[in-house]
T-cell receptor
Framework: DTEVTQTPKHLVMGMTNKKSLKCEQH?????MYWYKQKAKKPPELMFV???????INESVPSRFSPECPNSSLLNLHLHALQPEDSALYLC?????????????FGPGTRLLVL | SQQGEEDPQALSIQEGENATMNCSYK?????LQWYRQNSGRGLVHLIL?????REKHSGRLRVTLDTSKKSSSLLITASRAADTASYFC????????????FGGGTRLMVKP
C-alpha cells in the first residue's frame, strides 16, 4: 500500500469554527509533512514530524495546530482561521528525514474559509 | 520560502512534441527532484538526481543538473495528452535532510 489518504476532500468553514484535517499512511513511514498550496503556487512546507515528534515548524501561525497521535496518523487542527488561509492542504510521508527519500503525497484537502 | 524559479511558467505543445522545463535554485543541494501535479491534486514523484550526477533518464523523462549554474532541466519526449499537468522541481539543501523547497512550477498543456 503506497497510498496517503486525506480527509475530508473539501472543507468550508467560518472564521470562528474549529475543524481538523486528517492524514493517514500505512507504509511504515516515520516522517510526515504538512504543506499549504495556494492556487497556481508551489507547495510550502508547514510542519514536519519525525517519529511522532514535531521536527520542523516553519513559522506557522498558532491557529494551525498539528498533532501526530501515532506513526500512521497526522492531524492538523484549525481554529479561528482567516480567509487568506483558504488553500489546498497537502500531507506527505517518507520513510525518514534522510535526503533522497521520495515523499508520497496525499490528494489534499481543499479548504475554503468564509 | 521559494528556493527556485522555473521557466516557462506555462507551456502549450502538440501531442508527440518534446517539452522542456527549466529550474534554477539558490543554495547548495544534496539532490533535486521533479514532481508532477494533476489539476489541484497531490504531487507524484517523477525522478531524483543527486548533486554528483549530471544526467538521468526514466522512461520518456530526461533530467539534467548543472550545479555550477544551479540549474536543472526536465525533458519529456514524445508527449501525450495525459502529460498535461503542473511540474515542480524541488531541492533538498545540504544539511537539511528531506526538507524540500519547491520551485514555482511549469503548467504544461499537451493538445491532442
Amino acid at each position: 500500500d503506497t497510498e496517503v489518504t486525506q480527509t475530508p476532500k473539501h472543507l468550508v468553514m467560518g472564521m470562528t469554527n474549529k475543524k481538523s484535517l486528517k492524514c493517514e499512511q500505512h507504509m511504515g513511514h516515520r516522517a510526515m509533512y504538512w504543506y499549504k498550496q495556494k492556487a497556481k503556487k508551489p507547495p510550502e512546507l508547514m510542519f514536519v514530524y519525525s517519529y511522532e515528534k514535531l521536527s520542523i515548524n516553519e513559522s506557522v501561525p498558532s491557529r494551525f495546530s498539528p498533532e501526530c497521535p501515532n506513526s500512521s496518523l497526522l492531524n492538523l487542527h484549525l481554529h479561528a482561521l482567516q480567509p487568506e488561509d483558504s488553500a489546498l492542504y497537502l500531507c506527505a510521508s517518507s520513510p525518514s528525514l534522510l535526503a533522497e527519500e521520495t515523499q508520497y503525497f496525499g490528494p489534499g484537502t481543499r479548504l475554503l474559509v468564509l | 520560502s521559494q528556493q527556485g524559479e522555473e521557466d516557462p511558467q506555462a507551456l502549450s505543445i502538440q501531442e508527440g512534441e518534446n517539452a522542456t522545463m527549466n529550474c534554477s535554485y539558490k543554495t547548495s543541494i544534496n539532490n533535486l527532484q521533479w514532481y508532477r501535479q494533476n489539476s489541484g491534486r497531490g504531487l507524484v514523484h517523477l525522478i531524483l538526481i543527486r548533486s554528483n550526477e549530471r544526467e538521468k533518464h526514466s522512461g520518456r523523462l530526461r533530467v539534467t543538473l548543472d550545479t555550477s549554474k544551479k540549474s536543472s532541466s526536465l525533458l519529456i519526449t514524445a508527449s501525450r495528452a495525459a502529460d498535461t499537468a503542473s511540474y515542480f522541481c524541488a531541492t533538498a539543501p545540504n544539511n537539511a535532510g528531506n526538507m524540500l523547497t519547491f520551485g514555482g512550477g511549469t503548467r504544461l498543456m499537451v493538445k491532442p
